[in-house]
């Protein structure tokens, strides 16, 4: 079965400067998708990026980019120039690849992210 | 991208009563996804809903606890029975939306259940 490990319960950082969250997983699949959600006090769930296993490219979204590590099995997120609006729960999910369709997400424990001024 | 709205968007509900929770959404879809988020805890699938046939339940999710309807491709509803404070959680439905070859899991805003 796949699991999805988030070490950092919280974290914190100050605005405009960089941060990075972790996360690792387990699998024996060789394709595969990985997610990062962030979930604010609204608690709306939202996507803020997502990279397909057999892309050797790291995904980047605005402020928002990956460092994918397949071998380590290793897909942290970092956020450079911190918002405030960027404080919310930060989650690292783990979907299956069945030709082009996503399976269900495995989420990871969540770290907590908050953006000091 | 997809537009989910649930009702109800919060309740407090009594023991041994049931809740039906809507999940609407603004396009046709096939799968839908129900997840629970115990307080302070990550997302937990409880079923995957597709339409036309029965809901695949987790393990540790049954049927007889958490009936899914699936009436056609934009809407589902989930009921919580015979409810527990332990089923105080929030509800969130989510639905795969293919766009540009690509496939993604957009939430709703979630069910926050409160049972006392």
């Known amino acids: 079965a796949q699991t999805v490990t988030q070490s950092q319960p919280e974290m914190s950082v100050q605005e405009a400067e960089t941060v990075t969250l972790s996360c690792t997983y387990d699998?024996?699949?060789?394709?595969?998708?990985l997610f990062w959600y962030k979930q604010p006090p609204s608690r709306q769930m939202i996507l803020v990026i997502r990279q397909e296993a057999y892309k050797q490219q790291n995904a980047t979204e605005n402020r928002f980019s990956v460092n994918f590590q397949k071998a380590a099995k290793s897909f942290s997120l970092k956020i450079s120039d911190s918002q405030l609006g960027d404080a919310a729960m930060y989650f690292c999910a783990y979907s299956s690849n069945y030709g082009g369709s996503q399976g269900n997400l495995i989420f990871g424990k969540g770290t907590k992210l908050s953006v000091k001024p | 991208s997809a537009v989910i709205s649930q009702k109800p968007s919060r309740d407090i509900c009594q023991r041994g009563t049931s809740l039906t929770i809507q999940c609407q959404v603004d396009?046709?879809?096939?799968?839908m996804f129900w997840y629970r988020q115990q307080p302070g805890q990550s997302l937990t699938l409880i079923a995957t809903?597709?339409?036309?046939?029965?809901?695949?339940?987790e393990s540790g999710f049954v049927i007889d606890k958490f009936p899914i309807s699936r009436p056609n491709l934009t809407f589902s509803t989930l009921t919580v029975s015979n409810m527990s404070p332990e089923d105080s959680s929030i509800y969130l439905c989510?639905?795969?939306?293919?766009?540009?070859?690509?496939?993604?899991?957009?939430f709703g805003p979630g069910t926050r259940l409160l049972v006392l």
């Open positions: 396009s046709q879809v096939t799968m």
């Open positions: 809903a597709n339409q036309g046939s029965e809901a695949t339940y």
């Open positions: 699998t024996s699949e060789s394709d595969y998708y």
């Open positions: 989510s639905v795969a939306v293919r766009t540009g070859g690509r496939e993604t899991q957009y």
